[in-house]
């Protein structure tokens, strides 16, 4: 069973930084493409960062420059290092994992975490 466990959501002023991780078990994590996902209320889920399983990595334009996606394959753990928050940035940031070609589309990932709330105050 695929298991995915996000952490490190929480309370930030607008100019901080956040990390948040995730933590996958039940899947071969070194074959797969990982991703992170936002949703804010009222809005659709968006892709913000992906990075696969050669360690390409891929952003929405709305945080490159500002958030980075890394992967430790010996822990089995996905991290977004969010930095310059904005309070446009506040959504469940969610975790997710997919075949190897998937990259910032909800659609491609069948494996989802139960997300982590990230607020950024103005």
């Known amino acids: 069973q695929v298991q995915l466990v996000e952490s490190g959501g929480g309370s930030v002023q607008a100019g901080g930084s956040l990390t948040l991780s995730c933590a996958v078990s039940g899947y071969t994590y070194s074959t797969i493409s990982m991703g992170w996902f936002r949703q804010a209320p009222g809005k659709e889920r968006e892709g913000v960062a992906n990075?696969?399983?050669?360690?390409?990595?891929y952003y929405a334009d709305s945080v490159r420059g500002r958030f980075t996606i890394s992967r430790d394959n010996a822990k089995a753990t996905l991290y977004l290092q969010m930095n310059s928050l904005k309070p446009e940035d506040t959504a469940m940031y969610y975790c997710?994992?997919?075949?190897?070609?998937?990259?910032?589309?909800?659609?491609?990932?069948?494996?989802w975490g139960q997300g982590t709330q990230v607020t950024v105050s103005s």
């Open positions: 997710a994992a997919g075949p190897k070609w998937a990259r910032l589309s909800p659609n491609s990932y069948p494996y």
């Open positions: 990075i696969n399983s050669d360690s390409d990595t």
